[in-house]
């Protein structure tokens, strides 16, 4: 399979698991679309289309494109950056912060409802206990 | 002055080296490309080992290249309009080329000898 291919298949998976929860009755009514679980979910959408190919499809840093990067890319489930801090790297990119600088600046491609959503959806992934939102 | 072989020997390498590698020089071509509208100007291109691919950034924002594959393997970043990015083809083989910023952009460089 090809590497683009695999997003692909990644992204449908993602959309019909949403899906087939919500025909399920999980969620008998449409979320409200300032809800966290609405952002939550959109922004599971943008996380496989432009970030899976470094921080993987687990947000553990393990892309496929991971290899490529001294340090690697970071593990965002166990991040202890906080959601200001985080929207900020996704924003500006690494560089400009100080990190990699192979992480994008991503304010010019993405609104900022969906830096906002992914840094929902990458919250909804934290292992951390301690981690402040 | 005295004459020493040693030393004419050493000259004479240096000269030899210095002539092969702007022959090799020469002889590699460099390649421009553009990255506009949010896609590679040419999906497929054909090179040869030693030869140069240059991106050129021409849309507003930013864009970035990179490649996994075993032919090479790299990631030039990411620049903004106007910027340029070189990346040096040093084996043969088949490089798929992609922009980490938009997904859907993708090109093929055919590496021969």
Redesign the interface.
Known sequence: MRPHDSRALWIGVLVVACLLSWAGGVHAEPLPRDSREAAVFRGGLVFANYCVTCHGINADGNGRAARLYDPRPANLRTTDKNDAYLGLIVKMGGQALGRSPFMPPWGAELTEEQMRDIVAYVRSLNLRADATP | MQFHPQWATVGAIIVAAIGLFTSLSADAAEHVLAQKGKAFSVKKLQVKVGDTVKFVNEDP??H?V?S?SDAK???L??FGQGGSKTVTLDKPGTVEV?C????DM?MVIEVGK
Not at chain 2, 100 to 103: E, I, K, L, W
């Open positions: 924002f930013a970035n990179f996994l393997s790299f990631d970043g990411s992609e980490a910023v938009h997904p993708r």
